[in-house]
């Protein structure tokens, strides 16, 4: 089995279901920041049989975890301090979202005006619905 | 400073203290004649919509100010490629309230969120055309003298009528409304519309043909089945003539019951009909210029 080493400071998500690791990268902007990720795929997991996990050794402020909780509010965030979880957050759905996701519906303003922010609202917290703020139309995509 | 985007901006008693402005005017018109002297109504209109258009100009002209504004998006700065930021911040230059109509869904909310004068939503896309909704509740109060504890039948197109979907989720905030659907199974009211209708327990019923409910309805709130909303022409052939209304239906309904529309007319109501005292869809055009006119007053904050 593989082995990826212990995180002295940062964040490890775990619990991501397996195959969303990349999505979770590049909506978190990992790609942009100097430090050092492990993205692990496919990990062996009692509670999921396969889930992925991403080690990221940064401070924890530096992260957007609203978009975390938009993507999947069943994962599971780790404070690692001193090579220890020292705490681990609770993700709750955010009210809002914005340039998350894009607005598909072709009648749409945001559809011409190039320049707006793609914002949806939470709707319906219950049902997880999201609604574009401008159209109201559904957010379809899930991760 | 306020804007209207969607019907469900105003609290019921804003709507009660709308609509007995809106009585007030209809009562004493003259009263109302020289409240908005000077002051400009912008309509930017980037489809065209001669029967909205019209009832706000008549709504401001009634109230003494004047209009500017454009009919399509072909004669405005759009063509050249404006955004609607950049308009409305332009026209806030020239006007003291715009309405808006526009076939982008939100673009009158981008309006508002961009301007320093209020935007009142004339109609955007298939997603809200509260103006129309402001007429269908004034109509209702006015002829009936209150708003709640009665049956409304809704028929047509309930499926992509936008009229339909806003004045159903603006009558649940009032109490004892019953809801009684009349759709072919192709056009029936979403999902979303009837599940919000279960969780609230409001009563509502869904029928295909309109003879059966006529008897119990105190209110039709009729709409055009559009052929090309079918999925074949036999079903379209087989169905059609459920949604017309003539003489023969009425003679099923109520003495008081009321026929409202929203214009415009094809051929779902014969125009034998017309002359029902219980025909209310032309006096129902009328409200829509008093509530106009009640909306511009309240929006610009002018007090008579």
């Known amino acids: 089995m593989l082995n990826v080493g212990k995180i002295e400071e940062g964040i490890v998500l775990d619990h991501i279901a397996a195959g969303k690791s990349l999505s979770i990268y590049h909506h978190l902007h990992l790609d942009k920041l100097d430090c050092t990720v492990a993205i692990i795929k496919n990990a062996r997991s009692n509670k999921m049989g396969k889930k992925d996990i991403l080690k990221v050794e940064c401070d924890i402020n530096t992260l957007n975890l609203d978009v975390l909780a938009f993507i999947d509010h069943n994962i599971t965030v780790n404070i690692i301090k001193d090579g220890k979880i020292v705490d681990k957050k609770e993700l709750v759905l955010p009210k809002e979202i914005r340039d998350v996701i894009k607005c598909r519906n072709p009648r749409c303003i945001t559809s011409i005006e190039q320049e707006l922010p793609h914002i949806f609202v939470l709707s319906d917290e219950k049902k997880e619905i999201y609604r574009c703020k401008y159209c109201e139309e559904k957010c379809r995509e899930r991760f | 400073m306020r804007h209207l985007m969607s019907p469900l901006d105003f609290t019921v008693e804003e709507l009660d203290r709308l609509f007995d402005l ?192 006529m008897p119990r309805l105190d209110f039709l709130y009729m709409t055009r089945v559009q052929k090309e909303r079918f999925f074949n022409e036999e079903d379209y052939v087989r169905l059609k003539d459920f949604y017309i209304l003539n003489k023969e239906k009425m003679r099923l309904a109520k003495k008081d019951m009321l026929i409202l529309h929203p214009l415009p007319r094809v051929n779902e109501i014969s125009v034998e009909v017309d002359d029902d005292p219980r025909a209310a869809y032309f006096k129902q055009v009328q409200y829509g210029v008093y509530v106009r006119m009640a909306l511009i007053l309240t929006l610009l904050g002018i007090h008579v």
């Open chain 2, 22 to 213: 809106a009585n007030d005017i209809e009562n004493n018109m003259a009263k109302y004649a020289h409240t908005c002297d000077g002051k400009k109504l912008a309509t930017c209109f980037y489809e065209p919509s001669t029967r909205t258009r019209l009832s706000f100009e008549a709504a401001m002209l009634n109230l003494g100010g004047s209009v500017i504004g454009f009919s399509d998006a072909g004669s405005s700065s759009a063509a050249k490629g404006e955004s609607v930021s950049d308009t409305i911040r332009v026209i806030s230059c020239f006007a003291d309230i715009c309405a808006m109509r526009h076939p982008k869904e939100g673009a009158p909310m981008v309006a508002a969120s961009r301007s320093s004068i209020p935007v009142i939503n004339a109609g955007d896309g298939g997603h809200q055309h509260p103006t129309q909704t402001l007429t269908d509740l004034l109509t209702i109060r006015s002829l009936k003298g209150h708003i709640g504890n009665f049956t409304i039948g809704l028929c047509g197109d309930l499926k992509f009528g936008r009229t339909v979907h806003s004045l159903i989720n603006a009558l649940v905030r009032y109490p004892g409304i019953r809801f009684i659907f009349i759709s072919p199974e192709e056009l029936k009211v979403p999902s979303y519309i009837t599940d919000m209708l279960k969780e609230n327990n409001i009563p509502y019923q869904e029928v295909i043909r309109l003879e059966e409910i």
